[in-house]
């Protein structure tokens, strides 16, 4: 009798489709989980360590900064449900749901938006609508599937008629975003469009100026590029945010190499 070995099938890769399958399905407002603060707390312990033993994704947890990362994503999911409840500026007043972002606790790349729009207020999460779309292929194209970065925004509620937050709005809800960004701490941070690249800079030049140029915020790498609805509006700048796609590449890799 012959008998073929065959690899046992790697929980952990197993884990990891799954959770992918039912965020993708998630996306597309199928939610076949619907979990409490309970669950979720669950799903981002097996996210982040699914994350964390993926290859290729590096050794973060041999940092000195700071606890493991692992235990990050109770802590994150923590800090999502505080956010969900805020009510610290209007907005919270007029939103159905707040967003407080979503991705692995360990990512490398977070990519900070201005914040939620019509669809993302309804299904909870970010980037869920035409922007969204082109938002997940301009990720895939530098090699950045979209569930292994973790994608927010700067305020969490979505501002009616989809105006621009304004500077209490801003104020009101940055300190969750500086607490996502300590506890996840990516190496990298992509600020989409004007109001993101502003609050993560510093810098009041516009978008078009300071785009694709490298900053620091809580001393962590910043490139601000442009927001994927203003290239669904304005393709004649694609070629330049794709320069900048290519420099968030390197970057990463040269931060990679270098594990900081
Ligand atoms: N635009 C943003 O800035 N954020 C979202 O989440 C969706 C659209």
Redesign the pocket.
């Known amino acids: 009798m012959i008998l073929t070995h065959r690899p046992a099938p790697n929980l952990q890769t197993l884990t990891g489709d799954l959770i992918a399958l039912l965020e993708r399905e998630k996306r597309r407002g199928r939610d076949y989980l619907r979990l409490g603060p309970a669950g979720r707390q669950t799903l981002a312990v097996l996210t982040a360590s699914v994350a964390a033993g993926r290859p290729g994704t590096p050794a973060r947890m041999r940092s000195t900064a700071g606890p493991p990362r692992i235990e990050a994503g109770p802590a994150l999911e923590q800090l999502h449900e505080k956010i969900r409840n805020c009510r610290s500026c209007p907005l919270g007043g007029g939103r159905r749901q707040a967003?407080p972002g979503e991705g692995p606790a360990t990512a490398d790349v977070m990519v900070v938006?201005?914040?939620?729009?019509e669809e993302?207020d309804r299904l909870g999460q970010?980037?869920?609508?035409p922007?969204?779309e082109l938002l997940t292929r301009m990720l895939l194209a530098i090699d950045l599937p979209r569930e292994k970065v973790f994608?927010g925004?700067v305020v969490k509620c979505r501002p009616p008629g989809n105006r621009n937050p304004e500077a209490g709005e801003i104020r009101a809800c940055f300190p969750f975003l500086q607490e996502q960004v300590r506890l996840i701490k990516p190496r990298l941070l992509v600020a989409?469009?004007g109001v993101?690249a502003r609050a993560l800079t510093g810098s009041e030049r516009g978008i078009s100026e300071i785009r694709g140029k490298s900053f620091s915020w809580e001393g962590r790498l910043v490139i601000p590029t442009y927001?994927p609805?203003y290239l669904l509006r304005s393709p004649e700048y694609k070629r330049e945010a794709w320069e900048d796609l290519k420099k968030i590449r390197r970057e990463l890799e040269r931060l990679i190499a270098n594990d900081l």
């Open positions: 967003v938006g201005e914040g939620p729009g993302e970010p980037f869920v609508g922007a969204g994608i925004n989409l469009g993101a927001h609805a």
